[in-house]
T-cell receptor, first 111, second 110 residues
Framework: DTGVSQDPRHKITKRGQNVTFRCDPI?????LYWYRQTLGQGPEFLTY????????KSRLLSDRFSAERPKGSFSTLEIQRTEQGDSAMYLC?????????FGSGTRLTVV | EDKVVQSPLSLVVHEGDTVTLNCSYE??????LLWYKQEKKAPTFLFML????IEKKSGRLSSILDKKELFSILNITATQTGDSAIYLC??????????FGTGTRLKVLA
């Protein structure tokens, strides 16, 4: 148990559908990141929250991606009108200024 | 453009060997450097480094940062088959984000 839970673990969706992923860090994690990882690559930054404020968002994120952390606890990442190129592992990391712990990730497959 | 480069890309050693993994970086406003171990799932946190020359140690793993030469090394002594994994380096750039390298794939043979 890493202290960061992600749900679902796997998601298969048809192209054009919307998907939403959830991340639940522990209460001490005031900082929260979303990353995307494809095979053979390191995680790629998507967005960062400090408490409920979204303070940074990658330019790589298109308008189809949105993330929220409404009460500074759990966070959601939504992808609208999914494309095959969105297939990847979506990782959430929670932490403090002393380090960041990843959840087990959500593997998205767009068919 | 910010970048993080890890070397070697892959490494095969025998149990008991010592390995040194490298992470070099060019980023704006360096904040800290993180090392992670990734097996078949999400990365597991190893170290956070913020100051030059101060070694962080955990069992057989140790790491040090050189902010003048812009690199870090991760050492693993007396390697075991359980050390086989991808080792990722991430560098904090700018205000909040971390940029990851592509990792070093380590395989330890029995």
């Amino acid at each position: 148990d890493t202290g960061v839970s992600q749900d679902p673990r796997h998601k298969i969706t048809k192209r054009g559908q919307n998907v939403t992923f959830r991340c639940d860090p522990i209460s001490e994690h005031n900082r929260l990141y979303w990353y995307r990882q494809t095979l053979g690559q390191g995680p790629e930054f998507l967005t960062y929250f400090q408490n409920e404020a979204q303070l940074e968002k990658s330019r790589l994120l298109s308008d189809r991606f949105s993330a929220e952390r409404p009460k500074g606890s759990f966070s959601t990442l939504e992808i609208q009108r999914t494309e095959q190129g969105d297939s990847a592992m979506y990782l959430c990391a929670g932490g403090t200024s002393y380090g960041y712990t990843f959840g087990s990730g959500t593997r998205l497959t767009v068919v | 453009e910010d970048k993080v480069v890890q070397s070697p890309l892959s490494l095969v050693v025998h149990e008991g060997d010592t390995v040194t993994l490298n992470c070099s970086y060019e980023v704006t406003n360096f904040r800290s450097l993180l090392w992670y171990k990734q097996e078949k799932k999400a990365p597991t946190f190893l170290f956070m480094l913020t100051s030059s020359g101060i070694e962080k140690k955990s069992g057989r793993l140790s790491s040090i940062l050189d902010k003048k030469e812009l690199f870090s090394i991760l050492n693993i002594t007396a390697t075991q088959t359980g050390d086989s994994a991808i080792y990722l380096c991430a560098v904090g750039s700018g205000t909040y984000k971390y940029i990851f390298g592509t990792g070093t794939r380590l395989k330890v043979l029995a």
